[in-house]
């Protein structure tokens, strides 16, 4: 338990229209479940953001923003603390949401007839970034060595053809938790640069590390990499601040880069929130002892969840995690279909999680549970499951 931050304590989030706790009651018609599917934390966000944006807010005028300098070199500044790696500002391009960002680059940098490949399951707006702008998207199944996901090489290259002209990657990988490997990463450079996909990187997750995980970026790839990478990111879930809707991309390669900022002013895309710039000040630069907190407590998080799933309910088994505030859980050995379990969790529960169609068909038989929440919220969620299980295992 972490007194200093209270991560243990329980805030009431409803009526407070957040899409976590209200807008899924809403969809289920339920005011009285326990949320743990959309993937933003039940915590508050670090005193220094909280301080920055009260800053704001008693300055009482909320007009147009721009970036300033320390926008900029706040980032700079946490990628070279993180992965080592030196980033000019022209790079760096900002944009609101990764989901956004995912879109225009498909947009802008595919071919009207091109095919984009993704892992799968894999998050699903990344996926709708492909389809919604009309190019063919390619699922390529992950498959289970040694007991955790890893990618298909082989596949990947039996599905490649001229068409294909980018590789949409998540790492950490939502919803699997795999922290992609250098060997792996490597490997899909590799394939990249042979087929001359562009790697567009949604590093997202890549703070949020369990215990003795390192994380492996895609910018340490080196230069020829470089020349095909988008890489996106954003402080909104390491410091819990998704609703500020703020992000970035660094984009190493200037005729890539210039086609994206031109998509980006061709609509209308200037100004950031007004909270934006202090977001990232605070978040990047006064931040850091809180983050080592949240990563332990949900390290803890894990174990505890983990320990009552194998004493108490055995049939649903949690993979591995090595990174993102997420479990990736199958309960294929239940014998049971989505809708089934579904129904079990929603009217006989009370307790909301992903199902893993959420994350397209090679999800099925897994769903995905938010562990950044209250230890003790987490136990009310696990015992109201265990009182229930029996009417599951009798399906």
Request: negative net charge; aromatic residues 10%; charged residues 25%.
């Amino acid at each position: 338990m972490d007194s200093k931050y209270n991560f243990d304590r329980i805030i009431n989030r409803r009526n407070t229209n957040s899409s976590k706790w209200d807008t899924l009651a809403a969809k289920y018609g339920r005011d009285d479940l326990i949320h743990l599917g959309v993937a933003d934390m039940d915590f508050e966000s670090p005193e220094p953001i909280i301080q920055a944006f009260n800053k704001v807010v008693n300055h009482k005028i909320f007009g147009y923003t721009d970036l300033n300098e320390g926008f900029y070199k706040s980032i700079q500044t946490w990628i070279k603390k993180n992965t080592d790696v030196s980033i000019p500002r022209d790079w760096i391009v900002f944009c609101p949401r990764i989901n956004i960002g995912s879109g225009i680059c498909v947009d802008s940098l595919t071919s009207p007839n091109a095919k984009v490949l993704i892992n799968s399951p894999s998050y699903s707006p990344l996926k709708q970034a492909v389809v919604k702008n009309n190019r063919s998207l390619i699922e390529v199944p992950l498959i289970i060595k040694n007991g955790k996901f890893t990618m298909d090489f082989d596949y990947m290259e039996s599905v490649i053809d001229k068409d294909t002209e980018m590789f949409i990657l998540t790492n950490p990988d939502n919803p699997t938790g795999r922290v992609w490997s250098k060997d792996e990463l490597e490997r899909l450079a590799k394939l990249c640069k042979k087929h001359n996909l562009i790697l567009f990187s949604d590093e997202i997750h890549s703070d949020i590390l369990a215990d003795g995980v390192d994380h492996y970026s895609t910018l340490k790839l080196g230069q020829e990499t470089h020349e095909r990478l988008i890489y996106a990111n954003s402080p909104a879930k390491t410091f819990n601040i998704p609703g500020i809707i703020i992000s970035y991309m660094i984009i190493p390669n200037k005729e890539l880069r210039e086609k994206v900022e031109k998509s980006i002013d061709s609509i209308g895309m200037h100004n950031p929130n007004i909270f934006s710039v202090a977001a990232i000040e605070a978040a990047y630069n006064e931040c850091d002892e809180w983050l080592i907190g949240v990563r332990d407590y949900i390290d803890e998080n894990e174990k505890f969840v983990r320990v009552y799933f194998k004493e108490n309910m055995n049939d649903f088994i949690v993979m591995p995690r090595e990174g993102t505030y997420l479990l990736w859980i199958d309960y294929k050995a239940l014998n049971i279909n989505e809708d089934e379990l579904l129904n079990w969790f929603i009217n006989e529960v009370g307790v909301e999680t992903y199902m893993g169609s959420n994350f397209g068909r090679f999800g099925l038989g897994y769903i995905r549970i938010n562990i950044a929440t209250s230890r003790k919220l987490l136990e009310q969620a696990l015992s109201k499951m265990k009182n229930a299980y029996h009417l599951i295992k009798r399906k």
